[in-house]
């Protein structure tokens, strides 16, 4: 059963880069899609990127996030690069076996999210 974790939060001054990680800690032998989500203080949940056979971004990240995978280390990165403070938020990751998916319902097993503040 997938389990994955979120690491690699933090503060960071806007124009800055931080690079976050989802690890699936249950090592199955299963290709999942991950997706990244975030939500911030008062909003709904909102979708980043997902990787399955190929990528696709929001429009809010796109040519600033690069999300990527190591199959050999169970592990999907989120790089983030030109913060800006709109990006604060709760990150979350999130697999799926249903192939490409861009929605919260489309996504059965969550991580527990990792804080990215964008303040100067």
């Known amino acids: 059963q997938v389990q994955l974790e979120e690491s690699g939060g933090g503060v960071v001054q806007p124009g800055g880069s931080l690079r976050l990680s989802c690890e699936d800690s249950?090592?199955?032998?299963?290709?999942?899609?991950i997706g990244w989500f975030r939500q911030a203080p008062g909003k709904e949940r909102e979708f980043v990127a997902v990787?399955?056979?190929?990528?696709y971004y929001a429009d809010s990240v796109k040519g600033r996030f690069t999300i990527s995978r190591d199959n050999a280390k169970n592990t999907v990165y989120l790089q983030m690069n030109s913060l800006k403070p709109e990006d604060t938020a709760v990150y979350y990751c999130?697999?799926?076996?249903?192939?490409?998916?861009?929605?919260?319902?489309?996504?059965?097993?969550w991580g527990q999210g990792t804080q990215v503040t964008v303040s100067s």
């Open positions: 999130a697999a799926t076996l249903r192939g490409m998916g861009y929605r919260t319902t489309d996504f059965g097993s």
């Open positions: 249950g090592r199955t032998d299963r290709t999942y899609t």
């Open positions: 990787i399955g056979g190929t990528t």
